[in-house]
């Protein structure tokens, strides 16, 4: 049975969390996948890289808003045409709006934070509690979705037919009812959320002015930057930047935890890191417990010479 994979789109470009969902459904089953994108995204040659056998594009230019009520009825109707039992979609803001609606349209069973693989019997472990515990579930519907977090599959090649074709849903003029004032977007960064790696830093560095530790070794490492909350808190950085449970939740492949001494919401915003480094002059801070690697130094000392030898070596 084929699997329908949901390809987000943003700055012009299939969002690579999209392109590991194809992965994902393609491990999944044995069936064709299908790829549901709107516009005409620049990288969308890789999905069929990645298996996807048969790309639907919707050319509609109401689509281009991300509007969840509209998206929604699309999935649903291009799933029934192709015959899909699963849905996967990778999660996201947008998708954590949509699954849920596909759900009901589709008449389909539904796990979100989705880690890993099913087992058998369609057993699914899904990320709860912000990532402070797992828990199994099973689908037993004859129809799935499943909304997976990064990581969940990696990345891997096998080339598809990758066949573009135009996709025109009838959606109802309802569906787009909501419309977008405006949409601000952030530039010249590399976004937490999409970030591969993440260099973080926290009350340890002391104050703005030492920010440099963290920056310099994120542009060696064309990192995104991240902060625990006590340093937003003090408007050392912005916001945005906040990593922990009350502020953005990552998944990088590598984690810097620099000067963070690992208080229980922050742990819980990187739980789903593949690697964590953490510097630290304390050897006993928490983060050490959640750390695959760990330094126990003074980072003005340590940050600048790591800084220095990944230069060199990248």
């Keep these: 049975m084929s699997v329908l994979v949901f390809l987000e789109v943003s700055e012009g470009k299939v969002k690579k969390t999209s392109l590991e969902a194809v992965v994902y459904a393609r491990l999944l089953s044995a069936g064709e996948v299908h790829a549901l994108v709107a516009g ?14 048969r790309i639907h594009r ?17 999935l649903a109707q291009l799933a029934s045409q192709t015959g899909a039992g699963t849905m996967v979609l990778a999660k996201s803001a947008f998708t954590d709006s949509l699954v849920a609606r596909c759900s009901v349209l589709w008449k389909a069973g539904l796990a979100t934070n989705v880690v890993g693989l099913p087992e058998s019997g369609f057993r699914l472990k899904r990320s709860i509690f912000t990532g402070k515990a797992f828990e199994m579930v099973s689908l ?14 990696g990345m891997s090649a096998s080339p598809a ?8 849903p ?3 003029p309802a569906a787009f009812a909501l419309k ?44 995104a930057t991240g902060c625990s909350k006590p340093v937003s808190d003090l408007h050392w950085r912005p916001h945005h930047e906040h990593v922990g449970q009350t502020g953005i939740k990552v998944s990088p492949n590598l984690y810097f935890a620099i000067g963070i001494s690992g208080a229980i919401q ?49």
């Design 58 to 74: 919707i050319g509609d230019s109401r689509f281009q808003h991300s509007d969840a009520a509209a998206f929604s009825e699309a």
């Design 266 to 314: 922050h742990v819980a915003g990187i739980s789903s890191s593949k690697v964590i480094v953490a510097i630290n002059k304390d050897a006993d801070a928490p983060i050490f417990k959640v750390a695959n690697y760990g330094i126990v130094g003074d980072a003005f000392d340590i940050v600048p010479k790591l800084t220095q030898a990944l230069r060199e070596a990248l």
């Design 161 to 168: 037919a990758g066949e573009v074709v135009d996709f025109q």
């Design 140 to 153: 037993e519907t004859e129809r799935k979705i499943i909304s997976i977090r990064k990581n969940a599959a």
């Design 180 to 223: 977008s004032l405006s949409v601000e977007k952030t530039s010249g960064e590399v976004l937490l959320s999409d970030a591969e790696v993440v260099v973080s830093g926290g009350r340890g560095l002391k104050g703005p002015e030492n920010w440099s530790l963290v920056t310099d070794m994120a542009k060696v490492l064309g990192a």
């Design 40 to 53: 005409n995204p620049s990288n969308l040659q890789e999905a069929a890289e990645l298996g996807a056998a």
């Design 170 to 172: 009838q959606v109802s």
